[in-house]
């Protein structure tokens, strides 16, 4: 469904006031200009008028219109009165995790149409193309005060000013400097259930949705002030839900350089290169603001400071930085295929250490500037720079270690594409041992323990091995087990997996005996990531499961070939109990769109139990050898590239010369579950 609006406004003189002229504003100015919209003229009577965007309509039975002004332009419009809100969901794929985020996150009901229905008092509508789509000028006219004589609109403003998600004044920056073809559109709904955030959302991620703002449960000074989105629908605009989500630009190269001299301060020098996918003059990033972390039995939001972006001849570029979103602005655009490097200066007290612990942990995503991992992945180089007795670990082959002004330091690189880069600095002892053409550091927390990283090394050569049989050779050069002093997790950067300290001391404490049950399993879980992860990159987060149930379903089988005959067993009892909670919530490809009450456990359910018996029903339907096959092929036709589950289906089918569509529709795409 397309964006229209049926409204015009008109804007009225007023007698004592001058407008601002239209300003010819870059990233930098638009980003300062919303955070103070306006409203202009009087107010114009809005009976009997409809506002329809996407799929969500407003009528408004009574009440008043004025035109909203930011620099000059008119860029949406604010509304107090009464009036009536619908909201449809027409799209089959995210019906069952629509419906579930209804009920669970909302006091609404979705009528036998798929829509939901509320009444409202308020809504601020902002337009990117505001003057086109509202049917005004797009400039005010001189002598129209822009004036708020009642506060609404301040008030308005503060009441959505701490609530987190995207927002008019991230997205407009860059809407307003290199527009997409069809308006940015972002409703603020003060309506008599919820406060609503609408956003239709042509520019990023070419997606629609609509959220209730649920405020922060916390007491903590930094957050309890704060509302997040529970997301109720989430319809895509312009592309199939099969296909990638379309961007711009993607990052191509990042080279790293980090330096903790004393406490929690991080010093950041990244230079990024991009490349260009269509034309582009604004690279849209993620980038803190801030970085939570605890002090005492609170938490405290320390700021990020982005001190300046440049080319790499030092000329400076506008950009705006707020609310964990940043925009740069190129002198010119790029063409499709072209490059260029930009360069980030960045600093604050944000390497928080958990329980004041030796050792700080942060992946790259929360300190150096990156797009979604969507069709993003960039080789790596990092220096590293740390006070001692720290050792620092990162990414990639070990080029070199040294001193330098009292700092241990190190060198990475990794020439494969990867996507989120972990930093790690602590008190830690290695033992080293190569292996394949693998060289692998297992690195104890605090104390040496040769005996237990002997052992673990051991474990992992075993696994690496038994899946070079079926996913191919290890795929980076080094692997570093590191100890983190924390108990039943693991996690799996490139050439890293972080592993809890039950898997170096089981018997340490009641917590690590209760925790070791699995460790195996775990450890062959995060290792398998390394194929189901990183060759076949991060894709949308739909395709999440051909990372995590994927590396959960190769996890029982190596544990049950190597070490224990009954694991792969014992694990499909349990895919089929944890499945069964989230049966008819969401399906495995939109696990990750539940919101509300117990949306983490349906989402395990689905992508750690629901997806691995999909994966075991169709291997019993093709066969071993089609089935290994399959994976196999999967990852030496798209290394490197993020995951798609079009991309699976499709060599499914030429793989096993059969068409599978309709198995994937019902069991992946579906609710329906395979039979035993």
């Given at each position: ?51 329809s ?31 009536r ?23 609404y ?79 603020e ?63 191509v ?44 039995v ?22 705006h ?63 590293v ?42 008190k ?48 980076f ?79 029982a ?96 089918n ?17 609710t ?5």
């Amino acid at each position: 469904m397309g964006l229209r609006v049926c409204v015009r406004i008109v804007v009225m003189a007023a007698v004592t006031a001058v407008a601002l002229p239209a300003a010819a504003l870059d990233v930098a100015g638009w980003g300062q200009a919303l955070a103070a919209p306006a409203l202009a003229g009087i107010s114009t009577d809005a009976g009997g008028r409809t506002l329809s965007f996407g799929h969500l309509e407003l009528k408004l039975e009574s009440g008043g219109l004025r035109p909203v002004v930011v620099a000059g332009r008119v860029v949406g419009a604010y509304f107090r009165g009464f009036g009536r809100l619908r909201y449809v969901s027409t799209d089959p794929v995210e019906a069952a995790a629509y419906r579930t985020n209804v009920k669970r996150a909302s006091d609404y009901e979705v009528d036998t149409k798929g829509a939901i229905n509320d009444t409202f008092t308020q809504a601020l509508l902002m337009v990117s193309d505001g003057a086109n789509v509202l049917g005004i000028e797009g400039t005010v006219p001189e002598g129209v005060a822009l004036v708020d004589p009642t506060g609404a609109l301040v008030e308005h403003v503060e009441r959505f000013a701490h609530d987190e998600g995207w927002r008019y004044h991230q997205l407009f920056p860059q809407a307003l400097v290199d527009p997409p073809a069809r308006p940015v559109v972002v409703a603020e709904i003060v309506a008599s259930q919820h406060d609503l955030v609408y956003v239709f959302d042509p520019l990023r991620d070419h997606d629609e949705y609509i959220s209730v703002m649920t405020k922060s449960e916390s007491m903590d000074a930094c957050l309890k002030k704060r509302r997040y989105p529970e997301m109720l629908s989430h319809q895509a605009i312009d592309r199939s839900w099969l296909g990638p989500s379309p961007h711009r630009a993607t990052l191509v190269a990042l080279d790293l350089n980090l330096v903790n001299r004393d406490s929690l301060l991080a010093e950041v020098d990244v230079r990024e290169t991009f490349q260009a996918l269509a034309p582009v003059r604004v690279i849209h990033l993620a980038l803190a603001s801030e970085a939570y972390g605890e002090k005492g039995v609170g938490v405290v939001c320390n700021p990020y400071v982005l001190k300046s972006v440049t080319l790499e001849d030092g000329t400076a570029l506008p950009y705006h930085h707020a609310r964990h979103d940043l925009v740069v602005e190129l002198p010119q655009p790029l063409a499709a295929g072209q490059r260029v490097t930009l360069r980030f200066r960045i600093e604050g007290e944000v390497l928080f250490r958990p329980s004041k612990l030796s050792y700080w942990r942060v992946l790259a995503s929360s300190i150096v500037p990156l797009q979604h991992l969507v069709n993003q992945a960039f080789t790596y180089h990092a220096v590293v720079k740390v006070k001692p007795p720290f050792t620092p670990f990162s990414c990639g082959r070990t080029v070199r270690r040294w001193q330098e002004e009292g700092l241990e330091c190190a060198e990475f690189r990794e020439d494969q594409r990867i996507q989120y880069p972990a930093v790690l600095a602590g008190k830690y002892s290695t033992y080293t041992e190569a292996r394949d053409g693998v060289t692998l550091h297992v690195s104890s927390y605090a104390s040496p323990d040769p005996k237990a990283c002997k052992k673990l090394a051991n474990l992992v050569f075993g696994l690496l091995k038994f899946y070079r049989h079926y996913l191919g050779d290890y795929p980076f050069a080094e692997l570093n087990l590191i100890e983190i002093e924390s108990v039943g997790w693991g996690q799996a950067p490139a050439g890293i997996i972080f592993i809890t300290r039950e898997a170096f001391n089981p018997m340490e404490d009641f917590y690590a005996r209760m925790f070791s049950e699995g460790i195996n399993g775990r450890l062959a879980h995060e290792l398998a990531h390394a194929w189901w992860g990183h060759v076949a990159l991060h894709g949308d987060p739909h395709d999440e499961w051909l990372s995590e149930s994927v590396a959960e379903y190769f996890s029982a089988y190596a544990v049950g070939q190597t070490w224990k005959e009954d694991a792969f067993d014992k694990a499909f009892s349990d895919w089929k109990i944890i499945s069964k909670f989230a049966k008819d919530k969401a399906t495995v490809f939109t696990a990750n769109e539940l919101a509300g009450e117990n949306a983490w456990e349906d989402r395990y359910g689905l992508l750690y139990g629901k997806g691995p018996l999909v994966l075991h029903a169709l291997r019993k339907e093709v066969g071993d050898n089609a089935f290994f096959t399959v994976l196999k092929s999967y990852l030496r036709s798209f290394p490197f590239q993020p995951a798609s589950t079009r991309n699976f289906i499709d060599l499914t089918n030429f793989a096993t010369k059969k068409d599978y569509t309709d198995f994937f529709n019902r069991y992946l795409l579906g609710t329906e579950s395979p039979k035993s």
